[in-house]
């Protein structure tokens, strides 16, 4: 098992930066990658970034250049840098980890983020 712990979410001015944390702890040496996904009120969770053990990372589309993730290996954790926030980054964060094989995923519990005009 793996156990994922958010943090680094609040309330922001638009324009404004966070850094989200995601530590990881239990049977890390079997991941394969992390990430982050978010999840506005009334919307489908969706890909923020990911990242695999290689250190290839993936952005969603919309999110080049604003937000970065990134991992320090000797803390396992995982971060996100979110740059120039706008009210629409208002979501809740999660933090997933993947093995792939099997293919198994696992999610922290969230941390809000919200960002006012």
């Known amino acids: 098992q793996v156990q994922l712990v958010e943090s680094g979410g609040g309330l922001v001015q638009a324009g404004g930066s966070l850094r989200l944390s995601c530590a990881a702890s239990?049977?890390?040496?079997?991941?394969?990658?992390m990430g982050w996904y978010r999840q506005a009120p009334g919307k489908q969770r969706e890909l923020v970034a990911t990242?695999?053990?290689?250190?290839?990372?993936h952005y969603a589309d919309s999110l080049k250049g604003r937000f970065t993730i990134s991992t320090d290996n000797a803390k396992n954790t995982v971060y996100l840098q979110m740059n120039s926030l706008k009210p629409e980054d208002t979501a809740v964060y999660y933090c997933?980890?993947?093995?792939?094989?099997?293919?198994?995923?696992?999610w922290g519990q969230g941390t809000q983020v919200t960002v006012s005009s």
């Open positions: 997933a980890a993947f093995t792939w094989s099997p293919p198994r995923d696992y």
């Open positions: 239990g049977n890390i040496g079997r991941l394969n990658a």
């Open positions: 990242i695999t053990n290689d250190d290839s990372t």
